[in-house]
Structures are given as C-alpha cells and as structure tokens.
C-alpha cells in the first residue's frame, strides 16, 4: 500500500501515516518529498528503510517481511529492517534508514 499524506504537526514533524494504518509484519510504502519509504511494524515497533532495494531497482513493498528479515520480491536478498544491513546477497549495499517517531498518532519523520 501507498500513501502520500505529507502533513507537518506543530512539532514541525512531518506525518507520513497515521499509526494505526500499519499492520504488525505487513510492509507499508510512503512516498516523503519524492523518495519511496517502507515502514514495518515489528513488535510494536516502527522501521523506516528506503524502499528500493540496493540491488536493482524495484520496490520492497512487494516483499515478505519475517520478523525484523525483509526478502526483496525480485532475487531473494535479504535486509534486516532495524539496520538497514544486507543480511544475504546477491545485494551487496546496506539500505538507508530513517529515523521515525509517533506523535499524536501518526508516523513522523
Ligand atoms: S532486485 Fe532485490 S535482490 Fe535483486
């Protein structure tokens, strides 16, 4: 799923979906000023990796995600979605990641 919802809160934050739209183990894709990011939430958890894998260019979102292990659609490489950290290959670069927080509710970066 994909969503643009760009708000800013008063914090200055900006809202990229609001918490309860996430779904434990379910990859959830936001687009934030044109870069694709992939929110997982792992228990209770939220992660912020970017959503395109290092290897080729194709979205995470249509992977599985088992636990904090994130397996790209297309050749099988493996990411761990707290570090961004490639875990098997043939991806060989680490995806970066984002800092989050929830405020009010919402998912911030
Ligand atoms: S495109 Fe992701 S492993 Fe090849």
Not at 45 to 59: G, K, L, Y
Not at 93 to 102: E, G, H, K, N, T
Request: aromatic share 4%; hydrophobic share 40%; with cysteine.
């Amino acid at each position: 799923m994909t969503t643009t919802i760009n708000d800013i809160n008063q914090a200055g934050n900006h809202r990229l979906v609001a918490l309860d739209e996430l779904k434990p183990g379910v990859p959830y894709r936001v687009l934030h000023e044109g870069t694709g990011i992939l929110l997982c939430l792992v228990e209770g958890t939220v992660h912020a990796v970017h959503d395109t894998c290092t290897h080729e260019d194709i979205s995470l979102s249509l992977g599985v995600l088992c636990e904090h292990r994130l397996r790209c659609p297309l050749h099988g490489s493996q990411f761990d979605i707290r570090t961004g950290k490639v875990l098997d290959e043939p991806a060989e670069a680490d995806l970066p990641v984002f800092d989050v927080s929830i405020v009010d509710g919402w998912v911030c970066i």
